[in-house]
């Protein structure tokens, strides 16, 4: 059974922080490249991040580096990201999937950032 589900979203402040939580089924985490993206709205959904199968090597979008850390935990089949520092066009719905992404996607979960 494929499984994602997104956690940790939430409303807040510029400048503060959130830490989101990707909890996967081990047939869709274990051995796999992994990967946050968000869909603004209005706009096509889009890559945030990347860590790899054994977490050796991240990659981030420009827009967020330096703010936001990928990790994952391969004994809870779970991914983090851990946002700070943010920003008002931060604000959507942040998915997790594969890297590149299969075709299933899970519900996400809202950051919205606003005063």
């Known amino acids: 059974q494929v499984q994602l589900a997104e956690s940790g979203g939430g409303l807040v402040q510029p400048g503060e922080g959130l830490r989101l939580s990707c909890a996967a089924s081990?047939?869709?985490?274990?051995?796999?490249?992994m990967g946050w993206y968000r869909q603004a709205l209005g706009k096509q959904r889009e890559w945030v991040a990347t860590i790899s199968e054994r977490g050796t090597f991240t990659n981030y979008q420009d827009s967020v580096k330096g703010r936001f850390t990928i990790s994952r935990d391969n004994d809870r089949n779970t991914m983090y990201l851990q946002m700070n520092s943010l920003k008002p066009e931060d604000s959507g719905v942040y998915y997790c999937?594969?890297?590149?992404?299969?075709?299933?996607w899970g519900q996400g979960t809202q950051v919205t950032v606003s005063s």
């Open positions: 081990r047939r869709i985490f274990r051995d796999s490249n």
């Open positions: 999937n594969q890297f590149p992404p299969s075709d299933y």
